[in-house]
């Protein structure tokens, strides 16, 4: 049973366009969420975080929406460039400090 | 630099043998994992250590076994018990777990091939 999914396996946008990415979960004892980057055959690397108590934190072009009600988190990457093209993985944790991660969005931005 | 090495990047196994994953943090963080990347699957976390001689069974932990007999090391061994062994292992440590955020870096990984 997965307790963080990412319906979405990709998506493609228009560099300096908004690229989207959601994040749904079913665990409501989670209260942290994070988002991570990952290039072909590299290490996954930490991007940005939210507290379960806070619905957005903003770091640079990267903010993350969470809407506690409808289980649902979102990365808002604004512009996009084409160096953000890699897979984005969205995590969470309880109490027990376990990161649990999505199956991960290719995002792939274009000239 | 500070960081987590992992040891080696590739590697082939043959069907029966066991190997030997190496996971080497300069951090002094007192945490470390393993986790495994699968096609479409996301990370999966095998095993985890929250301190020097003690670590504790992830979600797929069967076939896998580990140590941790320094704070900055933590090996993994792919027995010939694992089913599936072929995918991408990633290694990861963090300063505690607990306070906030368990931000987790990640070594650079290690692609294990059964042949």
């Known amino acids: 049973d997965q307790q963080v999914k990412q319906n979405s396996p990709s998506l493609s946008v228009q560099e300096g366009r908004i690229s989207i990415l959601n994040c749904d979960y079913t665990?409501?004892?989670?209260?942290?969420f994070l988002w991570y980057k990952k290039y072909p055959a590299e290490g996954p690397t930490f991007l940005i975080s939210i507290s379960s108590i806070k619905d957005k934190n903003e770091d640079g072009r990267f903010t993350v929406f969470l809407n506690k009600s409808a289980k649902h988190l979102s990365l808002h990457i604004v512009p996009s460039q084409p160096g953000d093209s890699a897979v984005y993985f969205c995590a969470a944790s309880d109490s027990s400090y376990k990161l649990i991660f999505g199956s991960g969005t290719r995002l792939l931005v274009r000239p | 630099d500070g960081g987590i090495t992992q040891s080696p990047k590739y590697l082939f196994r043959k069907e029966g043998q066991n190997v030997t994953l190496s996971c080497e943090q300069n951090?002094?963080?007192?945490?470390m994992y393993w986790y495994r990347q699968d096609p479409g699957q996301g990370l999966r976390l095998i095993y985890y250590?929250?301190?020097?001689?003690?670590?504790q069974k992830g979600d797929i932990a069967e076939g896998y076994s580990v140590s941790r007999e320094k704070k900055e090391s933590f090996p993994l061994t792919v027995t010939s018990a694992q089913k599936n062994p072929t995918a991408f292992y990633l290694c990861?440590?963090?300063?505690?777990?607990?306070?906030?955020?368990?931000?987790?870096?990640f070594g650079a990984g290690s692609r294990l091939t059964v042949l």
């Open positions: 951090l002094n963080h007192d945490a």
């Open positions: 250590s929250q301190i020097v001689n003690d670590f």
């Open positions: 665990n409501s004892m989670f209260d942290y």
């Open positions: 990861a440590s963090s300063i505690t777990m607990g306070g906030g955020a368990n931000v987790l870096t």
